[in-house]
């Protein structure tokens, strides 16, 4: 609060707040002291016949309000709210701190980062346990895995879901089909460092070629039934550079010929019902046309190991139940 520029500001939102207190006060207080008589109406009528009563307002209900006067009352004792005044217990979300005399006293550590810093504290020696155990015995563990849960659903559900099972773009963690490999250590890394899909555009391609690709690529999980645009395809496939990417065995110097997933590059299964964008031709179209970068963030740097290997658990528990 030392960012006023003028002591005007300090008492403008001093008054606000009052005000408002004070307005809700008199506004509950009129209200419980007006004399209603039963059965009278305010006079108001809408569609011919619906009136409206003029009854008083709830007990419970203006009892609520009342309470939640008296709480911002001792908020505001407590917490910073009103103008520049710091609150009893002096806390801050800044970088800093005030001092008696309004300057910067503390620049190292802001109440919310030592807070942060004495929860880790707590936890570590519990996290350092779980650090110590493989993935699957971790996964087993209800206590860990609660844990883990929150986590997830503190870091993870934005993009993945509440349940995990992911939506258009961002996949499903709970099924046997994995992008960057399902093995405990290769989700642990995927968690750890984040992963960087990179799937080239072909944007020299003709339209008519990459509907005939599509159509192919659709085929493989029997979506399409073209007979003639998958024969096509599927030359235009071989011919163009699909599965430098797609082909599992292409890293290893054994080619398989077919497109089942490659987890070293990230490249998803063309072969299986399981779809990150959609089976809808035209997103598959677009796919292949315009290509993909799908990003998972790493989170170790912001998380640390312990946690990092908590979520692998958890992810691996979601799917093999
Ligand atoms: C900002 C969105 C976002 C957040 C937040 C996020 N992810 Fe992801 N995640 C992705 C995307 C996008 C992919 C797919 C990357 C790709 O296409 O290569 C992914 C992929 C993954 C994969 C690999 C799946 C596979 O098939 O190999 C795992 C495991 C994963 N995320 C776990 C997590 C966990 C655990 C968290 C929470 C700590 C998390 N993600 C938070 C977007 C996110
Ligand atoms: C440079 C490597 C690379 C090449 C070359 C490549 N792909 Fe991909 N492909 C990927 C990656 C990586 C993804 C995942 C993109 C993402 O997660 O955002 C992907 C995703 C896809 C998808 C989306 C699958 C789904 O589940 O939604 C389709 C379809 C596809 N590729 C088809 C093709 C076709 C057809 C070709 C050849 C014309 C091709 N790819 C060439 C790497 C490649």
Redesign the pocket.
Known sequence: MSDFTSEFWNFYVIGIVVLSLLACLILLWSQGSVTYTAGKTTGHAWDEDLEEYNNPMPKWWSLLFYLTVVFSVVYLFFFPGLGKYQGYLNWSSAKYSLGADGTVANQAGSKYQSEVDTVNRKLEPTLNRYLALDIPTLAKDPKAMEMGQRLFQSYCIQCHGSDAKGSK?F?NLTNDDW?WGGEPEQIEATIAGGRT????P?TD?SDET?KD??N??LSLSGESSDSERIARGEA??RN???????DPGIMTGQPTGV?SG?IL??????TDK??????NPE??AD??KN?????MPGWEGFLGKGKVHLLAAYVYSQSHK
Do not use: E, K
């Open positions: 773009g996949p992008q899909a990179a799937m080239t072909h391609m990459v690709i599509a192919y690529v235009a496939f163009s550079d699909c599965l430098t990417c797609h497109p490659n590059m990230g490249a998803p299964n063309l399981v779809w990150l964008y959609s089976r997103v598959v796919t292949i290509g993909r970068n799908n990003q």
